[in-house]
């Protein structure tokens, strides 16, 4: 009888296990994949809204440097301003992509100039991101989290 109650959550478990939905990993990634690669295009074009499509209505980035800045709608007001100021170039290559329910991590990283409209010098940049992706009620993915910094040493003068 002590036996028959260690077999059956047993084997409960592993009948919830086996009918519950498979997750198609590659499936995800590729879409995430993606939607990486859409960052640079719509970054390149200075489109906001394509830009923004692939954003979560609560998502944050944590930008280095600046304000934590928190929504849609405050990140579409900080891409317009830095659209209206930049052009962009980037690229960014994703380390891994990692699906664990309905979140995916990526880590990479982006690299890239910003030029200003106004004139002068590309400023080059190499960075490192972590986005965090939540899947929607709709299947598609959208980028809660952003977070991003630097790769370069910070400058340092020598005569301090």
């Avoid at 939905?21 to 200075?46: C, H, P, R, Y």
């Avoid at 990479?108 to 590309?122: E, Q, R, Y």
Wanted: negative net charge; contains cysteine.
């Amino acid at each position: 009888m002590r036996k028959l109650f260690l077999v059956i959550p047993a084997l409960s478990l592993m009948l919830i296990f086996a009918c519950a939905e498979k997750i198609d990993i590659e499936v995800n990634v590729d879409a995430i994949q993606k939607l990486e690669e859409e960052f640079d295009i719509t970054a390149a074009t200075g489109d906001v809204e394509g830009n923004l499509s692939a954003v979560a209505n609560d998502a944050v980035y944590m930008q280095p440097n600046g304000p934590i800045i928190t929504g849609k709608d405050a990140i579409r007001a900080f891409m317009i301003s830095s659209f209206d100021q930049f052009n962009f170039e980037s690229k960014h290559s994703p380390e891994t992509i990692n699906v664990v329910g309905n979140w995916a991590i990526v880590h990479g990283n982006c690299k890239g100039s910003v030029t200003p409209k106004l004139g002068g010098d590309a400023i080059l940049f190499n960075n490192k991101y972590l986005h965090i992706y939540r899947i929607q009620s709709d299947e598609t993915w959208k980028l809660a989290r952003s977070i991003w910094n630097s790769n370069d040493p910070f400058p340092v003068e020598e005569n301090l």
